[in-house]
């Protein structure tokens, strides 16, 4: 045996008898040689000193391994420019952390823990739906809630402040008032109808209108008007003039009204001369509608149509019963039942949805206090007092903090970093929240209450049940549009001049696009690789425009096979290219930031202080192409360790503008568009199919960073190093189906994580 042979063998023989691992052994040289040179204890580059680490163990770090694996999966170590390993190598490090980690993780465990969590927003509108059956618009009555790492239903950032609960009140007083709902007199209802409902379409080839339910208090004459102008108007398929009355029954009626066509061709002064906001333009500034809503069209169009009803005149029978009104008054006072003990069952029920569990006389006592003060208040007897003291125990009911807050208290007596597992009933809060943004319904609350949630089986069917529920939409609204950032296309003010056919209706189609086709990868339970490679989008005639697609014609959006690649999957959703562009020009570096951050979670490092501006062109100068601009920024080393990496990414998109048309020649220089460039890998790439193929090499990336923020949002808190077993663990069992979207979802709801928590204090991390 040579010389070098035996030192090696005798090396990892020492390696083992210390309790080494001789795995790690090729991996040391890798690190000593690329990575120590600048982590280290002299320089501390990034406060990180490798030389102190064991590699052997990295569990004794855990923290640093964490980040140092996130930079190798990312190629953001070693820096562009700097010398490189091999990509096997890294890959095979990067592995063999991932390993050592988890196998340490299995046998030292940690959930995790939320102790105390706020509703935010869309769960307090999503819980007055459930519990009273009201549409509420919950933006007008409570403040905004805090946004951390993308999401706003991180416990942490869901802060409280005295003029915050005062909101509070007052909204939880506007619900109450709204639930018991007495119908209104003759004569005094004033309704809007607006935007397209789903479940009732435009006729096929309407190019703007609108459709609704309208609740008719009373039978009676009701004055129907519109701001458009109608080729047709309908009230439950029956044709109305809306110059006269019309008669109805009381009860819900569908309308629709259907705009009259228009040309196609726009004016000059539409095109060039319109400001957003201005006067005479007919839009606000904010430019934005709800989804699904459809305006006749055009920056030439007055305003997004409306119907008008007012009435009823001449009313005649009694009052309809409204949704909200049956959810409320589950029995009324009678010769068999006093109006007390009526109360009290109507609190009591409400009372157990609300605060998510069977409910004591200490919750309900409380509660008939105030019922029975403003039943008081209102002189006499009858309904009028008996609604009033109702109305009164619900304010108190949703000001409780046993609604507005969720909690997952230890078992008493319990020691830091004893871990136990939740309650059936913590169980099904913590479901109902991730999976539907709301309180748990009679069937999950029930299960809860009999103790049998938590029963692998009943679990496992009530995930697919809750997945099937048209309630888990909010995994597209909420989760999704955060973590891809749709929401903020409502914000986005393009440059009139420099994109003067951006307008209202295309902002709207835009979004519409993407909730239809987030909610057909999630409701059809597809793969979820299918988010970056589907050759389908959903269009209307609008939309279908802008991206240059053929026969669409109408508003209604349909299913439509694309055959250009580069609009396949996320990447060429305009929603992401317009939320990743400023408002006058594109962004390699918004973009490839947001491709590392969002798709392959691995997000570069904040930029350094007093870092040089971007050089926009000038009136008078020779004018550059973006990339010109870009390539003098990143001759900056310093700037060329992160812009190495994003640049190539979002140079890969440059054909696609800030409103997400395709453009072939650069605005500014009227130069051909160069999309080339090498990824860290060394692949090279030249535009977006060329980069969602890149994307698609090494799928278990994109699949790791979906599940580590869908873990977040059901979790509602950040992800720590001692998560990242559990995910990926969830990521390689998923891998079996091809990466459904409810493999993935099983595997986040029947996690430790997920199911157990772990008494906070020394020891707990």
């Known amino acids: 045996m040579s010389k070098p042979a ?37 320089l501390k580059t990034a406060k990180l000193e490798l030389d102190r680490l064991d590699l052997t163990h990295p569990e ?60 935010n ?41 005295p003029s915050f609960l005062d909101q509070y009140i007052m909204a939880a007083r506007a619900m109450a008032r709204q639930a018991v709902g007495v119908p209104v007199v003759p004569a005094e209802a004033h309704t809007i109808v607006r935007g397209v409902d789903g479940g009732i379409p435009l006729p096929p080839g309407a190019r703007g209108g609108v459709t609704g339910k309208f609740l008719a208090p009373f039978e009676g004459d009701y004055d129907i008007r519109t701001t458009g102008a109608p080729a047709l108007f309908a009230v439950d398929g029956r044709m109305v003039d809306t110059r006269g009355r019309t008669h109805l029954t009381a009860g819900y009626h569908d309308v629709v009204m259907a705009a009259a066509g228009r040309s ?42 409306t119907v008008t009803v007012d009435g009823p005149f001449n009313p005649k029978g009694n009052p309809v019963e409204t949704p909200n009104r049956k959810k409320v008054f589950l029995c009324r006072p009678s010769a068999s039942l006093t109006e007390d003990a009526c109360a009290s069952r109507i609190v009591s029920t409400l009372a157990r949805h609300a605060f998510r569990r069977p409910v004591t006389e200490a919750d309900v006592q409380p509660l008939m206090h105030f019922y029975t003060d403003a039943r008081k208040a209102v002189s006499g007897s009858g309904q009028a007092a008996f609604e009033n003291g109702i109305e009164n125990a619900l304010t108190a009911m949703l000001s409780s903090a046993k609604f507005l807050y969720r909690t997952e208290p230890p078992p008493a007596a319990a020691q830091p970093g004893t871990i136990y597992k939740l309650s059936d009933l913590e169980l099904a809060s913590r479901l109902s929240f991730f999976l539907w943004s709301s309180i748990p319904d009679e069937e999950l609350l029930t299960l809860a209450e009999q103790r049998k949630l938590s029963a692998p089986a009943t679990l496992n069917a009530q995930v697919r049940r809750m997945l099937a529920d048209p309630k888990s939409k909010t995994l597209t609204t909420n989760f999704a549009f955060e973590w891809l950032r749709v929401r903020d296309t409502a914000s986005f003010d393009p440059d009139p001049y420099a994109y003067p056919a951006f307008d ?35 269009l209307n005639e609008r939309l279908a425009r802008h991206y240059r697609v053929p026969d669409v014609r109408g508003d209604q959006f349909r299913r439509v096979t694309l055959t250009d690649p580069d609009r396949f999957g996320l990447l060429g959703k305009a929603s992401v290219l317009m939320v990743t562009a400023y408002p006058n020009r594109t962004s390699p570096v918004l973009r490839g930031s947001y491709i590392l951050e969002n798709l392959l979670g691995t997000p570069p490092a904040p930029p350094p202080p007093n870092v040089e501006a971007f050089k926009e062109n000038k009136e008078g100068e020779q004018p550059k192409t973006i990339r010109q601009i870009m390539e003098t920024h990143r001759a900056n080393p310093t700037c060329n360790a992160c812009h190495g990496v994003m640049d190539p990414l979002g140079f890969a998109l440059e054909n ?13 220089t009227r130069t051909r568009i160069d999309t080339s460039g090498t990824l860290v890998d060394g ?83």
């Not at 919950?138 to 946004?147: A, K, R």
């Open 656 to 668: 696609f503008d800030a409103i997400g048309t395709y453009r072939a020649v650069d605005a500014f």
């Open 121 to 161: 927003r869309a769960e307090y509108a999503n819980a007055m739906r459930d519990l009273f059956a009201l549409d509420v618009d919950v933006s007008t009555l409570l403040p905004n809630d805090d946004i951390s790492e993308g999401f706003d239903n991180i416990a942490s950032a869901l802060k409280v402040s």
């Open 504 to 538: 209202a209706p295309l902002r709207a189609a835009i979004r519409r696009e993407m909730e239809l086709f987030l909610d057909s990868v999630f409701h059809e339970d597809r793969s979820v690789i299918d988010l970056l490679s589907a050759n389908y989008t959903f």
């Open 264 to 305: 196609l061709v726009e004016s000059e002064g539409a095109l060039f001369g319109f400001i957003p906001g201005a006067a005479g333009t007919g839009y606000a500034s904010t430019g934005t509608l709800s989804p699904g809503t459809t305006a006749v069209g055009g920056r030439g169009a007055l305003t997004a149509p």
């Open 60 to 119: 004794k770090d855990a923290l640093a391994w964490e980040r140092a694996i996130r930079k190798l999966r990312g190629g953001m170590m070693p820096p562009p420019g700097a010398a490189r390993p091999a990509v096997a190598d890294v890959q095979a490090l990067a592995g063999y952390l991932e390993t050592t980690l988890d196998k340490a993780a299995a046998a030292n465990p940690n959930p995790g823990s939320v102790r105390i969590h706020r509703l």
């Open 6 to 42: 035996l030192c090696l063998v005798l090396f990892a023989l020492c390696a083992a008898r210390a309790g080494a691992q001789p795995s790690a052994i090729p991996h040391q040289a890798l690190v000593n040689r690329y990575c120590v040179t600048c982590h280290n204890q002299r």
């Open 683 to 765: 692949r090279a790439v030249n535009g977006a199919a060329d980069l969602r193929a890149a994307l698609l090499a090494h799928p278990e990336q994109f699949v790791q960073t979906l599940t580590e923020k869908l873990t977040m949002y059901a979790l509602g808190r950040s992800i720590e190093y001692y998560d990242m077993p559990g995910i990926r663990r969830i990521v390689r069992e998923s891998k079996a189906t091809n990466y459904k979207f409810s493999s993935i979802v099983m595997g986040i709801v029947n996690a430790p994580a997920f199911q157990s928590s772990i008494v906070e204090g020394a020891g707990s991390n």
